[in-house]
């Protein structure tokens, strides 16, 4: 999924092509959707306000990004295409999430709302508005994949290791 999205990414600044009405799932999201970045560089943000969320998966919970529109309008396509063409290639092929997370946030919400306590990169900050009762999923991830999620109370955060969310299934 990685390469893929990189593939989407760096053809994207190429040219910016538009609807894949060729495409056997055109409109996956909606009518004139653009397509450039199918695979989303972000994935998985788990910002919900972008109308991703969690979905069971073989006993385990997967990012789904089927409700979110704004990685497909065109002009959010230019916004993030502008920023991420700061960067040398190289490196966008070599950061991490937490840089593309960043860089999601500053898009998003003009600044990043994510922080860092011990080793939990704390993103209840940016997803305030769906978190209850210290309700929350800790999860660990393995090279922009989902390699575990916790289902927790988020109580002693500076003792958690890995990226905190509140919990919302
Ligand atoms: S919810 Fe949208 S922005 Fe977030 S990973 Fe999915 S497609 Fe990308």
């Known amino acids: 999924m990685r390469e893929r999205a990189l593939q ?23 009518e004139s959707q653009d397509c450039s970045l199918c695979f989303c560089p972000f ?7 972008l109308g991703g969320s969690f979905v ?13 529109h704004w990685v497909h309008k ?3 396509v230019e916004e993030i295409l502008i920023y991420l063409s700061t960067y040398p290639r190289q ?18 919400f003009g600044e990043e709302l ?6 939990c990169y704390n993103l209840i900050p940016a997803n305030q508005q769906y978190y209850k009762n210290d309700e929350a999923l800790l999860i660990e991830l393995s090279n922009f994949e ?5 289902e927790i109370h988020a109580t002693d955060i500076e003792k958690l ?6 919990k919302k299934l």
Not at 57 to 67: D, E, G, H, Q
Not at 100 to 108: F, T
């Open 8 to 30: 989407d990414l760096f053809a994207a600044m190429e040219k910016i092509n538009g609807p894949a009405y060729e495409c056997r799932y055109y409109p996956c999201h909606f």
């Open 43 to 49: 994935y998985p943000c788990f910002l919900y306000v």
């Open 56 to 68: 069971p998966f073989k006993n385990s919970l997967i990012w789904s990004c089927k409700n979110c």
């Open 74 to 76: 065109r002009e959010n």
């Open 91 to 108: 490196r966008l092929v070599e950061e991490d999430w937490f840089f593309y997370s960043k860089i999601i946030q500053d898009l998003i």
């Open 114 to 119: 994510g922080v860092w306590i011990g080793d």
């Open 146 to 150: 989902i390699a575990n999620v916790l």
């Open 161 to 166: 290791c890995g990226i905190l969310v509140p």
